[in-house]
């Protein structure tokens, strides 16, 4: 079963913040973010791999709080670059990685 | 150093045609990917490989046959094409299978209509 992603889209002024989540019903062992430019291929942001690890990536950084089977992506002082559409990843079964439906973010100037 | 290279690029196919999407990577990785992704949605695992050789079903396989004779080759063959199968596929390899902080490498993808 694929993780649920919400909001499912978001639109920011450039400079705002925004928090995109990932949940899942069954456990997490491990949460993989992406971020997809219309017409392109994903790109891998972060792997985390335990609860209660964060990370950072510039002004994008994911925290797992693996009691409450979820990752949250924070993306904090938007630029116009982070536009896209962010996926996150679960493991169903061993090497069955599975994601959401995607979080549309726009950045507007 | 290319990644992920996937050919063709585009492709508009007829019902009832078969076609292989070809995929190769020149990392050295073991784990490689076929995922599938229809207009406004994520993406849906079809197969994946561990390895030369092996091979195994993912979330929507129905329709579509891999095999895995080298470590850089992973191509997909599309079976009597249906509409259904219109999408745009993506091929993906990774050094851990997802693990160790290391995610996976898409390719740009294959842009496939049946018509």
């Known amino acids: 079963q694929q993780p649920v992603q919400s909001p499912q889209a978001v639109i920011l002024r450039e400079g705002e913040d925004a928090v995109i989540n990932c949940s899942s019903s069954?456990?997490?062992?491990?949460v993989h973010w992406y971020r997809q430019k219309h017409g392109e291929a994903p790109v891998f942001l972060m792997i985390l791999l335990k609860g209660g690890e964060q990370k950072g990536h510039e002004k994008i950084s994911a925290s797992f709080n693996e009691k409450k089977q979820q990752s949250s992506l924070y993306l904090t002082a938007s630029q116009l670059s982070y536009s896209g559409t962010y996926f996150c990843?679960?493991?169903?079964?061993?090497?069955?990685?599975?994601f959401g439906q995607g979080t549309r973010l726009t950045i507007n100037p | 150093n290319a990644g992920v290279t996937q050919t063709p690029k585009f492709r508009i196919l007829k019902i009832g045609q078969s076609m292989t999407l070809q995929c190769a990577q020149d990392?050295?990785?073991?784990?490689m990917y076929w995922y599938r992704q229809d207009p406004g949605m994520g993406l849906k695992l079809i197969y994946y490989s561990v390895g030369a050789g092996i091979t195994d079903k993912g979330e929507v396989p129905n329709g579509y046959n891999v095999s895995r004779s080298t470590t850089e080759d992973f191509p997909l063959r599309l079976e009597l094409a249906a509409p259904s199968q219109t999408s745009v596929y993506f091929c993906?390899?990774?050094?851990?299978?997802?693990?160790?902080?290391?995610?996976?490498?898409f390719g740009s993808g294959t842009r496939l209509t049946v018509v």
């Open positions: 990392m050295n990785h073991n784990y």
């Open positions: 993906a390899s990774s050094y851990s299978g997802g693990l160790a902080n290391y995610g996976y490498t």
């Open positions: 990843g679960t493991f169903q079964g061993a090497q069955k990685l599975v």
């Open positions: 069954k456990a997490l062992y491990s």
